[in-house]
């Protein structure tokens, strides 16, 4: 259990400081060329704000923000449910822009090694009483 959560961990840790050293990634222009090769794919409501290179600017910071989060969120109890909640999301969200497909996958079953089971105390023997 503790091998596989390290190996999550280097998985989050490390996309998130590889994106967080490239200056493509960091500034935007990773997720902007995404979206500007599918933009006939995109509602028409939505192609303003989704090609402005500004909002990938911003949103960039939050990708790379969020995967440093989970590589330590996760492993803190008082950040756990959180970081499963926000670890959905996300791989939901890369799921739909991305379509990376076995990877969404692989990481939203993976989450199941960090539910830290309930410990019930154990039953106490029957003690007959003696008369």
Not at 35 to 63: E, N, S
């Amino acid at each position: 259990l503790w091998l596989l959560r390290i190996e999550a961990t280097v998985v989050y840790g490390g996309s998130g400081l590889s994106k967080l050293l490239d200056a493509d990634w960091f500034g935007g222009t990773v997720t902007w060329g995404r979206v500007v090769r599918v933009q006939d794919r995109i509602p028409d409501w939505a192609v303003g704000t989704l090609t402005d290179r500004t909002f990938h600017t911003g949103a960039a910071k939050v990708i790379v923000l969020t995967e440093l989060f989970l590589a330590v969120g996760l492993w803190l109890p008082r950040t756990r449910r959180l970081a499963i909640v926000v670890a959905v999301c996300f791989h939901v969200a890369i799921q739909l822009t991305a379509n990376v497909e076995t990877f969404s996958l692989l990481c939203l079953s993976a989450l199941v090694i960090w539910r830290t089971p309930a410990h019930r105390p154990a039953p106490l023997p029957q003690v007959e009483q003696l008369h």
